[in-house]
């Protein structure tokens, strides 16, 4: 090992800045992102090893199989980065090895599955009335996203082993799943009537009743009138409802629910009820 040379912040920082930019750029479905891993650890490697044999040893040994979300990829970068400078390589190793799943469920939900769905229905918004704060807002997002990889790397190199111990006791980590839940949640199920607050069905029947004057007069009385006397917005809690029940209680993919609505919806326009 290169006892002469210490790892710099500025060395970090450069690990840092390759992780978040080439992370995914030599993705392949042998090793996932080993390639961009190891290309990032690169710079630390150099410092702590030197360019001869153990450097390549110890590169090597990030040639192997990883792949996890790419947010939350940092912690464990920064965690990798500071178990080497204490010359425990190997303990990294293992500590990708069981950070890598976890880690991407939680940042999947988190980012993909929920904020992102509350972001873009508030853009879609935006976008149907005209407005350019659409596009906008989701490219904030996508910014947000990317400037939240730098403090989360400076955290996985704080804590180093005991980001492992963070994960497996629950901690914030879990807390902020399980908030970041309820509110995409909550969000969602609230744009639900505004989203599709024009599926409504064209059904209607006349009926006679008698006027202020005693005559007899024909009243049109319109379907979807009469069902948000009932429940507001019925019909498309009732689709939603549908959708919830193909994708949770059949067990149905995505696809197969989304062309199964599709066609349903297009049927049922044919025969004028929707």
């Known amino acids: 090992m290169a006892e002469e040379n210490k790892v710099t912040t500025a060395d970090l920082k450069k690990a840092a800045w390759r992780h978040n930019f080439t992370l995914q750029w030599s993705w392949n ?17 150099k410092k ?20 996890t979300q790419p947010t939350m990829s940092s912690i464990i970068m920064g965690a990798s980065c500071a178990l080497e400078e204490q010359e425990q390589g190997e303990v990294g190793d293992s500590l990708k090895v069981a950070l890598m799943g976890p880690f991407a469920g939680i940042g999947d939900t988190i980012v993909s ?76 199920g609230g744009f639900v009537p505004s989203i599709l607050a024009k599926v409504k069905t064209p059904l209607k029947f006349a009926q006679e009743v008698a006027g202020a004057d005693g005559k007899v007069v024909s009243k049109v009385i319109e379907i979807s009138t009469i069902l948000d006397t009932l429940l507001p917005h019925m019909i ?13 209680k059949l067990k149905w993919k995505p696809l197969k629910a989304l062309l199964v609505l599709c066609a349903g919806t297009f049927a049922l326009s044919l025969v004028g009820v929707l």
């Open 29 to 45: 479905y042998e090793r996932m992102q080993t390639l961009g891993f190891a290309y990032s650890m690169v710079p630390v490697l």
């Open 236 to 248: 498309p809690i009732a689709l939603v409802g549908v959708a919830y029940l193909m994708l949770y």
């Open 48 to 67: 702590i090893y030197g360019t001869g044999h153990e450097f390549f040893e110890a590169l090597k040994r990030h040639i192997v199989f990883y792949n």
């Open 113 to 188: 599955i929920l904020t992102r769905p509350i972001v873009g229905v508030f853009a879609a918004s935006f976008a149907l009335s005209g407005s350019y704060l659409g596009p906008v807002l989701m490219l904030l997002l996508g910014f947000f996203w990317y400037w939240t990889r730098f403090p989360l790397f400076w955290f996985g190199h704080r804590e180093g082993i005991n980001v492992a111990t963070e994960v497996a006791t629950g901690g914030k980590v879990q807390q902020i799943t399980e908030i970041a839940s309820i509110m995409g949640i909550t969000v969602i």
